[in-house]
């Protein structure tokens, strides 16, 4: 069964503690992967597409990349500003997407 | 600014009222979406639009009615809600495969 599943749920960080958030995929015939950073009451936000494994894509203290089976949000010296729920999301059929639970990050000062 | 609009931002409803919620890209994208968003849920796709018709419809119940217009254009009709379809409604659009949401209704059915 074709599915997109994050974690951790929920993850705390002290500022400048590095970690990464999870992303695993079963989705035949890949099209991309997604992250979006969604913050409370607001629609998700675009981050990155990645196509390939093996790719990489850098944005501030974001980096993500590509397994064949999952994806990787690595957020380096994190910032209070980075807490936000991060969403992974695969295409599937014609646009139509598989989206992660999500994992929220709260990062303390 | 994503360049997707969504009005109205909060509403509030009872269970009898009938209202409407919109939504406007100008990104000259081919496919817009409805999608629902639950506390502590996954996002939950309700409608696809593609070139102005209806492509998926994802068994959802009958008091909520799309209407696409035109490409730019996407209407989600509200009637007769329940208290439990209180959530964010997101609008999003997308071309070819990147998806770009819009900032939600937050709704509450009282």
């Known amino acids: 069964e074709d599915q997109v599943t994050q974690s951790p749920e929920a993850l705390r960080l002290q500022e400048g503690e590095s970690s990464s958030l999870n992303c695993s995929y079963t989705v035949s015939g890949l099209r991309g992967l997604f992250w979006y950073r969604q913050d409370p009451g607001k629609g998700p936000e675009f981050l990155f597409t990645?196509?390939?494994a093996g790719e990489e894509k850098e944005k501030e203290r974001l980096k993500a990349t590509l397994t064949k089976k999952e994806s990787f949000l690595h957020i380096t010296a994190p910032k209070p500003e980075d807490s936000a729920t991060y969403l992974c999301?695969?295409?599937?059929?014609?646009?139509?997407?598989?989206f992660g639970s999500g994992t929220k990050l709260n990062v303390k000062p | 600014e994503t360049g997707v609009t969504q009005t109205p931002r909060h509403l509030v409803m009872g269970m009898t009222n009938k209202k409407s919620l919109k939504c406007e890209q100008h990104l000259g994208h081919n496919a817009m979406y409805w999608y629902k968003q639950s506390a502590k849920k996954p996002l939950e796709l309700m409608f696809v639009y593609n070139f102005k018709e209806q492509t998926e419809n994802n068994s959802v119940p009958s008091r909520f009615s799309p209407e696409c217009p035109n490409s730019s254009h996407l209407f989600l009709h509200l009637h007769t809600l329940q208290p439990e379809d209180s959530a964010l409604y997101l609008c999003a659009s997308s071309h070819p495969d990147t998806q770009y949401f819009g900032p939600g209704t937050r709704l509450t059915v009282l």
């Open positions: 999301a695969a295409p599937y059929n014609f646009n139509k997407f598989y």
């Open positions: 990645l196509y390939s």
